[in-house]
């Protein structure tokens, strides 16, 4: 029984890094959470980095709600102009959690997510389906994601709002050693879709996870590097896009009970 419950000891909603859980905090139990993603690789130069700041709490009735403060920054060759840039950006999101069933104590685990995130200038609306299993040291995680994506540019002196429709499949496997560690793998498969090109792409990544924990904190970590492309196009051709996408993508999550 004590195996069966590490993570529920721990208040801890998060072991993997990209794929969620259905976990969600008690009622009145706080969590300070800071993630940074790197990603790196492209057919030019081209690296990106992507900060967050969470406050989350839980409401009760297993439902749990997040703010986000967001911080991202890139450096790339812009082909049109022949030189380096690099653009910051700062931005916030709101996320909401509703845990439907227990992955212990039903046959699974499942709960419904959705988030909204802004810069100013993006607009992005998330949801999920999770469904998860836990048995003694294994847990099992599949996350079903839609979003919904707005840009707004100015294009001859007009505004223009492009939108794009992604969607991605998230798995997740993590075998607990013992009652502090776990190790795992992760896998995304994510889908470009757009109004006007269509299904673009659909990419897999593909990597290890960690997972460290003790009481009141946890911290997660991942390399997950884009293996192929399974639709290729005549823009995207190759088995690999490293036009839109990069080639390696690394996460850190590290959270504290308040």
Known sequence: MILVSIF?????????TNTFQSNVLSSGLKDIEYSAKWNS????????????IEFEIGLGKNIQTSLYLNFDS???FDETIKIIQHTNSIGFSAELKWKLTDPTVNKIGSALYSEVSSDGEEWEFESKLIL?????HHLMAVNIVQETEMEIELEHEKVKYNMEYPVSINLGYMY??????GIGIEAKNFNDIAPEEGWE??????G???NFHSDGWYINISCMPQIRNFKLTPEFS??????????????ILLSFNL
């Open 238 to 251: 190759l088995n690999m896009d490293l036009t839109e996408h990069e080639r390696f993508e690394s996460r």
């Open 176 to 181: 607990s050693l013992n009652k502090k560690i």
């Open 74 to 76: 890139k450096t790339f």
């Open 41 to 52: 690789k492209r057919s030019n130069f081209f690296n990106s980095f992507n900060q967050r």
């Open 132 to 136: 998860d299993k836990q048995i003694k």
């Open 201 to 206: 792409s659909s990419l897999l990544f593909i």
């Open 208 to 210: 290890p996870v960690l």
């Open 8 to 16: 529920q000891i721990q208040a801890q909603d998060r072991v993997f």
